[in-house]
């Protein structure tokens, strides 16, 4: 009745390794009265719990040392003590990355396995799609013939969004790390113009590939390629602030200042995170899942085996060796 967890033992300053964190053996949890006991299947792991590993005042609350960090995953009800659930039913929800862990039955969401693949409901169908979607049709208010540039475009948000943006008639550019993930945002999901942030010169393709100037930025990234978006921007143009991956190891990075592009073009930036849409859920998900069954939208996903990969896996995620959605699989369902 073994059981391992992975936890933070020290916070790091510059990128995490392996000496921030710590595999521990542990016993399996028993499910007290209403509760339910579940085994990880999927893992996600996402670039805003870098945020978490440091003691800063967040959006989030950060993780406690030496306690398991935690995080959206697929798991499996193996022992239920409620009427909510049953023994064998796929779950999702936020968990500690324990191979097993006992939860409220309220706090997890049993998966519809018609509406495609459960790892779609930590890709596509869940906190990754549900941001893409808000960002861009929320705070993008895409049109048609706009121009919508995406940085980190070949990751699970920035993919979906540069689907949403061609599907609601956008002019898409996405700007990605690799030849490979160039070749799957125009082959694949029939981006526009594609960019290479490593071995492009970004401002003078930006002026190649947005002709018409730039109406509308979505940033997972943030840093130099956001210096070289700005003063390219149409006047109104829109900012979706989602993620700034080039920066979170180095919080104390400096660059252009953006003020005075800002100001010329009369844009719009916001910075969001989708927990700000929680009322609105249903809204995206029945968009999201409706094109996916139309065949409009397409996923990718990058998936690693083994528990004691986690780590990896979230560690890549700042080197951009994932294309679409990173998840490590942990088990095996025990029922069919």
């Known amino acids: 009745m073994s059981n391992r967890e992975i936890q933070l033992v020290e916070r790091p300053v510059g990128a995490p390794t392996h000496e921030h964190i710590n595999i521990a053996e542990t016993e399996r949890p028993e499910p007290k009265q209403g509760e339910v006991l579940v085994k990880l299947l999927y893992v996600s792991v996402d670039p805003y719990m870098r945020g978490r590993m440091s003691d800063a005042k967040s959006y989030v609350a950060p993780f406690q040392l030496n306690e398991p960090m935690e995080g959206g995953v697929v798991a499996e009800v193996v022992e239920s003590k409620s009427e909510a659930l049953a023994s064998g039913d796929i779950v999702t929800g936020m ?19 018609s509406l495609g693949p459960v790892t779609t409901s930590l ?13 861009l049709m929320d705070i993008g208010q895409p049109k048609q013939g706009e121009t919508l540039v995406v940085s980190g475009a070949a990751g699970a948000v920035g993919s979906a969004v540069v689907q949403i943006g061609k599907i609601e ?115 995206g998900f029945q968009y999201l899942s409706q094109k996916l069954q139309e065949g409009r939208l397409t996923y990718e996903e990058t998936i690693i085996e083994g528990f004691e990969n986690v780590p990896d896996a979230f560690f890549g995620l700042f080197e951009g060796t994932n294309l679409g959605k990173q998840l490590v699989k942990v088990a095996e369902p025990s029922h069919s």
């Open 95 to 113: 968990l500690p990355w324990q191979e097993f862990t006992t939860a409220d039955p309220t706090t997890l969401r049993k998966i519809d396995p």
């Open 123 to 135: 890709g596509i169908l869940g906190m990754p799609g549900l941001t893409a979607y808000f960002g």
């Open 169 to 283: 008639g956008c002019h898409v550019v996405g700007i990605a790390g690799s030849d490979e993930k160039l070749a799957y945002l125009k082959d694949e999901l029939g981006v526009d113009e594609v960019i290479n942030y490593k071995t492009d010169d970004v401002p003078a393709r930006l002026d190649e590939a947005c002709p018409n100037g730039i109406d509308i930025y979505f940033d997972n990234v943030g840093g130099e390629i956001s210096d070289a978006v700005y003063p390219r921007l149409n006047k109104f143009a829109r900012i979706s602030q989602c993620g700034a991956i080039s920066t979170y190891n180095t919080p104390n990075a400096q660059g252009p200042r953006m003020q005075s592009h800002l100001i010329k073009a009369s844009a719009l930036v916001k910075g969001f995170t989708v927990g700000d849409y929680q009322d609105r859920f249903s809204e």
